[in-house]
């Protein structure tokens, strides 16, 4: 076991059924099952920032691993103990420091809980944009490693265009700080927008200052359904091209609304070959806007549009999208997947994972932020079943493929981690990957940072587009 400084190794966790809970995140288990929880690692839970000064120099003496780690909501093995690392765990770096009206920004710890800040930002008034669908469990931390994105991206963007300022702590202990609190500033070089979606291959974020915004109206719903996937595409654009866009523009395929309607009852019809679901919060014109969505995709070939009159009836029509994960889940073993394509392209990747689906013998529900091109398929096989396992991570890899020729990008907002850096490094190339290895070799000379994710080597290494097990 690792031994630190008397400083920090009050923080080491020694109980193994407690140290085992931090071993994995949400992503899924490895190829190879027996090479899922390492026989070394150390678990550190650090209180306040001089732990992560502690660890990191110590890190850097020893040449260990770090894994720096928050709520464990990755989906691609982003935040897993590897052999012999340090797993830093920043949790309870939770204080909200400030949330300054006039200026327009919030100072946060990197283990404050999405919905936490939105909660702190509303009470004064303000509005914090991004929200992954976890801001009830996923930490700023995580959300800033990722540069994480949900539901509201058409209008709001995601997490690097709320971030304007960092304090992170680099190998050997050095504190950094990037950005600014003031509302413009562009001296030097963008070392925010660098770190941000970074994965833990850089440093660790200790302080995070993001923007905040008024906060908008209550977000208003509406629901339509389309017998084609070619008539929900047409909608999508449309939707885009009105000069109110929406705040919220979400599909959902048949597969999706068959493992929602086995969940429960939530209204969403069985027949449908997709669903839109559209918001608007505009101030003083969210009723206006949800009414004019609803006309517009009427005449893009909706079938049926329920539009919501008030917040209650807004969040019923949106209850089937909250479970969606949950009644994915109920179905079996699940690979969860998020790839951007061009949004003209969205029925093209529904109707090939669709193709993928049927071939392999693998069930693909496809959902995700139709406004954006931002899919989540879903690969759902029996628990238990090796060739089954096998068949699905062989659908994974056409997933990516599929999302590469459509013009798109393997990673939309969950990052690369370690189960995707193959195919990081298969849409990106070989000159690219190189160089930003040399980027991260200014800041991590050593190669401690996480280097098993993005570029490192590793249990996931392998050829890429291999759909080997």
């Not at 981690?417 to 050593?446: L, M, Y």
Request: glycine share 12%; proline share 6%; net charge negative.
């Amino acid at each position: 076991m690792t031994t630190f400084p008397p400083s920090v190794q009050s923080r080491v966790v020694t109980d193994e059924d407690v140290k085992r809970t931090y071993a994995a995140d949400a992503g899924p288990a490895p190829r190879e099952p027996s090479r899922d929880v390492p026989s070394d690692y150390t678990v550190v839970r650090a209180r306040d920032v001089a732990d992560v000064v502690a660890v990191l120099e110590h890190a850097q003496a020893t040449g260990t691993p770090v894994v720096p780690q928050g709520a464990r909501t990755s989906r691609v093995g982003g935040a897993r103990a590897t052999e012999g690392c340090i797993v830093l765990n920043v949790e309870a770096l939770d204080a909200i420091e400030t949330v300054d009206p006039v200026e327009g920004i919030a100072v946060v710890g990197p283990g404050v809980v999405n919905a936490d800040l939105k909660t702190a930002a509303a009470a004064a008034g303000l509005f914090y944009g991004p929200d992954p669908a976890s801001t009830g469990t996923c930490t700023i931390g995580g959300n800033v490693a990722t540069n994480a994105g949900g539901l509201c991206c058409l209008k709001y963007g995601v997490t690097a265009d709320w971030v304007t300022a960092l304090d992170v702590v680099l190998p050997g202990g050095e504190v950094m700080r990037t950005g600014h609190r003031t509302a413009k500033g562009v001296t030097g070089l963008d070392l925010t927008g660098l770190l941000v979606g970074s994965e833990g291959t850089l440093g660790v974020v200790t302080r995070v200052v993001t923007r905040l915004l008024p906060a908008p109206d209550p977000a208003l719903t509406a629901l339509a359904t389309f017998g084609s996937l070619d008539d929900a595409v047409r909608a999508v654009v449309t939707l885009r091209l009105d000069r109110h866009r929406p705040s919220l523009l979400e599909i959902l395929d048949r597969a999706s609304l068959e493992a929602v309607q086995a969940f429960g009852d939530y209204g969403f019809p069985a027949d449908a070959d997709a669903v839109l679901l559209v918001q608007s919060d505009r101030p003083g014109h969210a009723a206006e806007d949800v009414a004019r969505y609803g006309e517009l995709m009427t005449g893009a070939g909706a079938l049926e549009v329920a539009v919501a009159e008030d917040r209650q009836e807004a969040d019923l029509l949106l209850q089937g999208r909250r479970v969606l994960s949950t009644a994915i889940e109920a179905l079996g073993s699940r690979l969860a997947e998020d790839v951007c394509v061009p949004v003209g392209r969205l029925g093209d990747y529904v109707r090939g994972a669709a193709e993928v689906s049927e071939r392999l013998g693998v069930r693909i529900p496809v959902s995700g932020h139709a406004g954006d091109g931002n899919l989540h398929p879903s690969i759902v096989y029996p628990p238990g079943d090796d060739d089954a396992r096998r068949r699905a991570w062989g659908a994974f890899d056409e997933l990516m493929r599929l999302g590469l020729s459509l013009g798109g990008t393997v990673a939309g907002e969950h990052g690369i981690g370690s189960v995707k850096r193959r195919w990081f490094a298969a849409e990106v190339g070989p000159r690219e990957v190189q160089r930003q290895r040399a980027i991260k070799a200014v800041f991590d000379p050593s190669g401690i940072m996480n280097p098993e994710v993005v570029f490192g080597g590793g249990r996931w290494a392998t050829r890429p587009g291999s759909t080997s097990t």
